[in-house]
């Protein structure tokens, strides 16, 4: 008997407290990712406010992305000696602290360092809530851990949505105050429905063969793929509100269209695992970049009301993560040209999904 049928099976909560667990998860998950992208809408505001170049509204977008990203482990890592409760909650308060600071801000330096500390908060968020759903349901957490995904959906496409209205109603820095209040009682009420847990045990997988050089090409051309389809959804999202102001597009609409992106986002996830299960890896990742491509040069190009129609599809062709050298050729050219790089950086993963080809097994 290997070494992972001889464990025994996770802790499975109570009913009631799975569901409560589940629903506090995904509340912060709604939290985060809509802290997250809510800052395509406060890109404009801040530009105007401070006179920021195009590779400075991308590098703010990075530092939250970057800090998110590089503290995840060692949350986990605090969860294992503080809770996992505790750490989940502390950083989702972290969070909101980060955006009340950045309300304060007089300039770049304090904004920057207000956005970092926001992302450092929510670096807790994936690694814990979804330890949490998974400690709760145990072996029957697939269905739940989808839910848990969706709520990340949901939260994109309402928080922007809230903010950009906000924004229209007040000066930016109390409406920051506002949405840091609210992430401060999204931690009150992840405290009540979460129960104190662990992360779940690390299982070790049976032990495989070694593999070939030629795989480990693989997997560094789906790592390159990866990072290109990562930068073409935060290249294009940070030149999206400017590129819709262009078109005459309010505030308010820019907060819309931002929410028309993450809802196709969301069906986007579903439309591409139904593409992969019926036409390959390879076929999909060349239809949906090649897709991408196209619609982002539409959006360009047509005026505001079909560029909108246009954005759900685009959504659900868009992933994504840093764009910090989209934002130095905006600075230069513009945006319309940053966002056509992001186009160029998509139809860069069709070459390489080719490449990847031979290497992908036969399913």
């Given at each position: 008997m290997s070494a992972i049928a001889a464990r025994p099976p996770l802790p499975v909560a109570p009913r009631h407290q799975a569901r409560r667990t589940l629903a506090g998860a995904g509340l912060a998950h709604a939290l985060h990712d809509g802290y997250t992208d809510m800052i395509y809408v406060l890109l404009p505001v801040w530009q105007a406010e401070f006179g920021l170049g195009y590779g400075a509204l991308a590098a703010l977008r990075g530092l939250y992305a970057g800090a998110m990203a590089a503290l995840q482990v060692?949350?986990?890592?605090?969860?294992?000696?503080?809770?996992?409760?505790?750490?989940?909650?502390?950083?989702?308060?972290?969070?909101?602290?980060?955006?009340?600071?950045?309300?304060?801000?007089?300039?770049?330096?304090?904004l920057c360092a207000a956005l970092a500390l926001s992302g450092a908060g929510s670096a807790?968020?994936?690694?814990?809530?979804?330890?949490?759903?998974?400690?709760?349901?145990?072996?029957?957490?697939?269905?739940?851990?989808?839910?848990?995904?969706?709520?990340?959906?949901?939260?994109?496409?309402?928080?922007?949505?809230?903010?950009?209205?906000?924004?229209?109603?007040?000066?930016?820095?109390?409406?920051?105050?506002?949405?840091?209040?609210?992430g401060s009682l999204t931690a009150g009420v992840v405290w009540a429905l979460v129960p104190a847990f662990g992360r779940p045990p690390a299982e070790t997988p049976a032990k495989k063969p070694e593999r070939g050089g030629g795989e480990r090409g693989g997997f560094g051309l789906l790592l390159a793929i990866g990072l290109l389809d990562s930068g073409v959804r935060m290249g294009f999202l940070t030149f999206l509100p400017f590129l819709l102001q262009a078109k005459g597009a309010d505030l308010p609409l820019v907060g819309v269209a931002l929410t028309l992106v993450f809802l196709g986002g969301a069906a986007g996830k579903f439309a591409c695992g139904w593409l992969g299960a019926r036409l390959g890896l390879l076929a999909t990742v060349l239809a949906t970049e090649a897709g991408t491509a196209a619609a982002i040069l539409a959006?360009?190009?047509?005026?505001?009301?079909?560029?909108?129609?246009?954005?759900?599809?685009?959504?659900?062709?868009l992933n994504g993560t840093s764009s910090v050298l989209y934002g130095a050729l905006g600075d230069v050219a513009g945006p319309g040209w940053g966002a056509a790089a992001a186009a160029g950086?998509?139809?860069?993963?069709?070459?390489?999904?080719?490449?990847?080809?031979?290497?992908?097994r036969a399913r």
């Open positions: 060692p949350a986990g890592r605090l969860a294992e000696r503080l809770g996992g409760r505790t750490v989940l909650v502390g950083g989702t308060l972290l969070a909101a602290l980060g955006y009340a600071l950045a309300g304060l801000s007089g300039g770049l330096a304090g807790t968020q994936h690694p814990l809530a979804s330890a949490a759903v998974s400690r709760a349901y145990g072996a029957a957490a697939r269905v739940p851990l989808g839910t848990y995904n969706f709520t990340g959906d949901l939260g994109k496409a309402t928080l922007p949505a809230f903010a950009a209205l906000l924004l229209t109603a007040m000066p930016w820095r109390p409406a920051l105050w506002l949405l840091a209040i609210l959006v360009i190009a047509l005026p505001l009301a079909p560029a909108l129609a246009l954005l759900p599809l685009l959504g659900a062709a950086a998509a139809l860069l993963a069709c070459p390489l999904a080719l490449l990847l080809a031979p290497r992908l």
